[in-house]
């Protein structure tokens, strides 16, 4: 199966600062590759996701790029608010209907 | 809006009690999928459904046993609760086959006692 790993496992940062998380995939065959933010008490939510077919994608202040020849994808978060503070699960699809997900990362916006 | 909902926010269970966890979707999914959420563990797929009756393995699935008898629902079910089970439940639902998108539900965490 497919195995996803993310580093670093908790991140600091000065509001207004940039964020960014990375994680690596193993299987080769994986294409979709989807960002999720968790809250404190809340569900996972999806902020963002990328197809192997596209390098970067961009939605206001967060982006994702993908490197499938290195197998690692991005998520960069701009100009940090103290909302952007959740952990976020990276994952892979593989499989018709299956996601791996990375153990998370602890984002902590400094205000 | 994609809505997922769980029976249980929070279920206090002893040893050795059966325990049923439900998961209701409305948006006609035909996949759906239990995981169990632990600190530092990320977010590990027990069991998952891609159709009625229908049901794979994921990578934790001893201990556990999964129903759905019908496509809105899928059941977790604990046949015999033990101390290591205690941790947070999240149900999922996706669309069909390739669709990698997954709607959570709210959680329900579980303590064994």
């Known amino acids: 199966g497919e195995n996803v790993e993310q580093h670093p496992s908790t991140l600091s940062v000065q509001e207004g600062d940039s964020a960014v998380i990375k994680c690596t995939y193993s299987?080769?065959?994986?294409?979709?590759f989807p960002w999720y933010k968790q809250e404190l008490g809340k569900r996972p939510q999806l902020i963002i996701d990328i197809r192997s077919n596209v390098g970067e994608k961009k939605d206001q202040r967060i982006a994702v790029t993908l490197n499938k020849t290195a197998k690692h994808f991005s998520l960069h978060i701009t100009e940090t608010q103290p909302e952007d503070s959740a952990v976020y699960f990276c994952a892979a699809g593989y499989g018709n209907n299956r996601l791996a997900f990375g153990k998370g990362n602890q984002v902590v916006v400094i205000p | 809006d994609v809505k997922v909902t769980q029976s249980s926010r929070y279920l206090v269970k002893r040893t050795g009690e059966k325990v049923f966890l439900e998961c209701v979707q409305d948006?006609?999914?035909?996949?759906m999928f239990w995981y169990r959420q632990d600190p530092g563990l990320g977010l590990r797929l027990i069991y998952f459904s891609y159709d009625v009756k229908m049901k794979e393995k994921g990578d934790i699935p001893e201990g556990y046993s999964v129903s759905r008898e019908k496509k809105e629902r899928f059941s977790l079910i604990l046949e015999s609760a033990s101390t290591n089970q205690t941790s947070m439940y999240l149900c999922?639902?996706?669309?069909?086959?390739?669709?990698?998108?997954?709607?959570f539900g709210p959680g329900t965490r579980l303590t064994v006692t």
């Open positions: 948006m006609d999914h035909e996949n």
């Open positions: 999922a639902s996706s669309e069909g086959q390739g669709a990698y998108e997954q709607y």
């Open positions: 299987d080769s065959a994986s294409n979709y």
